[in-house]
């Protein structure tokens, strides 16, 4: 049976406006330059502050006076003086003060280059091969990865050279021709699986007891030999210590991603642009935000001339007016994006001062052991905003600080108390834990359990878990992988 009935919700909505804030507050320096300089591509009427300008658009519109998401609105309904300014300053401006020839955005030129993919290619056409056979080894040379390993499974290749490529073969031709690519440098590359990886680089060195010594090893007991197994290794192939010291200097040498070592002209290296800067001027800190975060825009004079002449002409067609709705709604989006801009800057200042204040000893002197115990809610509660504004912050900005660029979560952590009851950051307690394994006997490491007692003994009473997750946040393996002879 069907029944009508009220129900009330209580809902929190975000405005278009505010999602754009976050998702902009979120980016770093270099994705907010790519975001703004889409904007300014995507609306006509918004226009950077590099360019001069007579006339500009009052950006302080009453925002009741109009509403995007009203459907009805017709041209009459919008009044162009509220769109139209004889000042001819931006009322918004956020170039920062400490602005500098330095910070100007400058495009370096790179070269082409040659992908790794076409490096091999250009390899393989060295080598004598039917139409078939190149067809092959080409495809073979496309399923590489970055790193220089097939990660797929031949009888795969062999459906889709069948399918794609129109060539049928058999597994073991493939095979032979994948020997072939394995041949092409650098050394190691198109194998499938660690261990021939090292095999390959292995067999390509020169003979001699040592290597042949690694071979056989790798061969026969690979996973004795990953996993550190010493005593069965000597035990297996009757050799000495020295020996098989030898044995795994040989393979230490080799390099278990060998794509990785191909730099071609077009590997551009990734550059951190700092998003503020921290300087200690006569004893105390001062912070600046970097003035690529903070740009000149404004309204085009293009669009304040359109509305000019709107509103002069006495017979207004149908097209003139469609024209005033597309401006008004593109004079709304550059609104709305610039006032997005400006209080993205006062929210990274914002949150960025009050970290620099919450750890004002460790910036002042850059020791570690300065850091204090400091939570995303800490400086949540003192700018009175939300926990996730915070991250959005901390996860993707750095800061320049005169002992180096810093990831700002990294001045994050949590707290636990020492023996005399003081609160300590985890930081200092990994930082500890790193030094202690850095000077222990590697012939025979710290269990987890001995590791947790050292560090009682200096005063950091924490258990044996908390140890080992300490330890895999460090990326140190356990103590028989740290095992060395």
């Known amino acids: 049976m069907l029944k009508q009935s009220l129900q009330y919700k209580l809902l929190q909505k975000l405005s278009p406006q505010q999602i754009q804030l976050m998702k902009l507050i979120q980016l770093p320096t270099q994705a907010f330059e790519q975001r703004l300089k889409q904007e300014l591509e995507e609306n006509p009427a918004l226009d950077s502050g590099k360019e001069k300008v007579e006339e500009i658009a009052n950006n302080q519109l009453d925002d009741d006076a109009y509403d995007d998401g009203n459907d009805s609105i017709n041209a009459e309904d919008i009044n162009i003086d509220e769109y139209l300014s004889d000042d001819e300053i931006p009322n918004y401006k956020t170039q920062s003060n400490n602005y500098s020839v330095d910070d100007d955005d400058k495009q370096v030129p790179y070269a082409s280059g040659t992908s790794f993919t076409q490096y091999l290619k250009n390899q393989m056409h060295t080598y004598r091969l039917t139409e078939d056979e190149e067809i092959i080894t080409d495809f073979l040379v496309g399923s590489i990865d970055e790193s220089g390993y097939i990660r797929r499974d031949l009888l795969d290749i062999l459906d889709d050279l069948a399918f794609t490529q129109n060539v049928f073969t058999t597994e073991e031709e493939l095979k032979r021709l994948l020997k072939i690519v394995q041949q092409l440098d650098p050394a190691g590359v198109a194998a499938r699986d660690l ?87 006569e004893g105390e800190l001062e912070l600046t935000l970097n003035s690529r975060n903070a740009p000149e825009l404004h309204v085009s004079k293009d669009y304040n001339d359109m509305l000019l002449g709107y509103k002069d002409s006495k017979e207004k067609s149908k097209s003139q007016k469609d024209a005033v709705m597309f401006i008004k709604q593109k004079l709304d989006a550059a609104k709305w994006f610039i006032d997005a801009i400006k209080q993205r800057q006062q929210t990274l200042l914002l949150n960025m001062n009050a970290i620099m204040h919450h750890q004002k000893e460790y910036f002042l002197t850059g020791d570690e052991r300065k850091l204090k115990p400091m939570i995303l809610k800490d400086i949540a509660d003192v700018i009175d905003m939300d926990v996730s504004t915070v991250s959005r912050v901390a996860n993707s900005k750095y800061v320049t600080t005169p002992y180096g660029t810093k990831l700002i979560k990294e001045f994050f952590s949590e707290s636990m108390k020492n023996e005399q009851g003081e609160d ?62």
């Open 195 to 281: 261990k021939e990886c090292l095999l390959i680089q292995l067999k390509r060195k020169k003979e001699k007891p040592s290597r042949n010594l690694a071979i056989d090893i790798l061969e026969t007991s690979f996973e004795h030999f990953v996993k550190k197994h010493y005593k069965k290794l000597l035990q297996k192939f009757h050799i000495t210590e020295e020996e098989l010291k030898d044995a795994i200097k040989q393979v230490e040498k080799l390099n278990p991603k060998p794509g990785g070592s191909y730099v071609g002209n077009n590997k551009i290296a990734e550059q951190i642009v700092p998003d503020f800067t921290i300087r200690i001027v």
């Open 424 to 485: 300590v950051s985890t930081r200092e307690i990994k930082n500890i834990l790193k030094t202690v394994i850095k000077e222990e006997n590697k012939r025979k490491p710290l269990t987890d359990d001995k590791l947790s007692n050292l560090l009682k003994e200096k005063g950091y009473p924490i258990a044996r878990r908390t140890v080992a997750k300490y330890r895999e946040q460090l990326d140190i393996p356990v103590a028989r992988l740290r095992k060395e002879i």
